[in-house]
């Protein structure tokens, strides 16, 4: 089983809608959980920490269910500027130093 | 701007020669990460340090070694390149239960 698993997508959604990404992971020992984002050819972004109580970003929410293990982002009114690929990305516990385990990342694209 | 610097942001060059890519930090990181970054693998971890001269092997090791000789400069060294290591190089730093902030990448064609 894959450590962190996306659905690859594209989501191609018009402006203004609502979309929903998924995203599991396999270590129940991860510690931290975070949502990137990347725009094409550059460096993936930090968008938001996930907690678990869950957490609110202006029109981002990101949940995280320890019990399924199971990350999620949510992205109200969608903006044409918020098209690119979304990483979930979870800490390897075990005195792994913190290290990240990249998900391949779910493409976005807003339409007009 | 996380105050991370790689260079140099482009390279190409021949298979057997050795390359060398460099990552600055100014934020004081402890932790320091070389990622690189191919269609269809997504990020995967080359090799990290967790202080100066403490490195340690990442997920995709093979034909690459690194040096730390100061917190702020993290180098990551192809001693003799081959074509399977073309692909664009992420430096990364920060970590712990912390989020890591990246660098702008370097591009690195081998021929």
């Known amino acids: 089983r894959k450590e962190v698993e996306q659905d690859p997508g594209p989501f191609n959604v018009p402006e203004g809608a609502t979309v929903a990404f998924n995203c599991t992971y396999s270590n129940s020992a991860s510690q931290s959980f975070f949502w990137y984002r990347q725009d094409c050819r550059k460096e993936p972004k930090l968008l938001m920490s996930?907690?678990?109580s869950g957490n609110e970003d202006g029109r981002f929410t990101a949940q995280l269910n320890r019990a399924s293990q199971y990350i999620s982002l949510l992205i109200r009114d969608s903006k044409l500027s918020d098209s690119a690929t979304y990483l979930c990305?979870?800490?390897?516990?075990?005195?792994?130093?913190?290290?990240?385990?990249f998900g391949k990342g779910t493409k976005l694209s807003v339409k007009p | 701007d996380a105050g991370i610097t790689q260079s140099p942001r482009h390279k190409v060059t021949e298979t057997g020669t050795p390359v060398t890519l460099r990552c600055h930090q100014t934020?004081?990181?402890?932790?320091m990460y070389w990622y690189r970054q191919d269609p269809g693998h997504g990020l995967r971890l080359i090799h990290y340090?967790?202080?100066?001269?403490?490195?340690d092997k990442g997920e995709v090791s093979d034909g690459y070694s690194v040096s730390r000789s100061k917190t702020e400069d993290f180098l990551l060294t192809l001693e003799s390149a081959t074509s399977s290591q073309t692909s664009v190089y992420f430096c990364a730093a920060g970590g712990g239960t912390q989020p890591q902030h990246f660098g702008d990448g370097t591009r690195l064609s081998i021929l």
């Open positions: 340090s967790y202080g100066v001269k403490d490195t």
């Open positions: 996930v907690y678990s």
């Open positions: 934020e004081n990181h402890r932790y």
């Open positions: 990305v979870v800490t390897l516990g075990g005195g792994s130093q913190g290290n990240l385990i």
